[in-house]
């Protein structure tokens, strides 16, 4: 079983539970913070991605106990263009190490402005749930059950 931090799209339980195949309960997502990071959105999508920076903290969730598919799925659902880190994040004021989707930085172009789920929910959930239902399903992580 493995933890997780999550700051961006993966934050919306709807959207966790189409790449991950099944609903988990609100209780699974815990607020934690990753110090040394700023969230910025990204140039030409609506979904942020994470910077190193020594001042930034960014405020996520961690989800524990994903099993080996979850984490498949997981990584189908990010692509190519980000790799998995162990990063410390603080969970209710402890300090734990936990694995992260990090971009690659060369991957992306950062654009001005911090990036908000809930602005992200009303304006671009619909369409990106949309537009990844069918990308998923062509992903062989997703044809085996």
Known sequence: MTTFFFYGTLLDHDVMALVIGRRLPPSAFVPAGLRG???RRAKGVSYP???R???GEVEGVVVGGL???DVERLSAY????YRIAPL???VAGAVK???VFEPKEESFQPVDGAWDLALWQGRYKRAFVARIRKALSALPAYSRR
Do not use: A, M, Q
């Open 78 to 81: 990010e692509g190519p263009r």
């Open 97 to 99: 190490t936990v694995s």
């Open 49 to 51: 991605i994470l910077l």
């Open 37 to 39: 990071h700023v969230r």
């Open 53 to 55: 920076d020594p001042g």
């Open 67 to 69: 099993t080996k598919r």
């Open 88 to 90: 410390k994040v603080t």
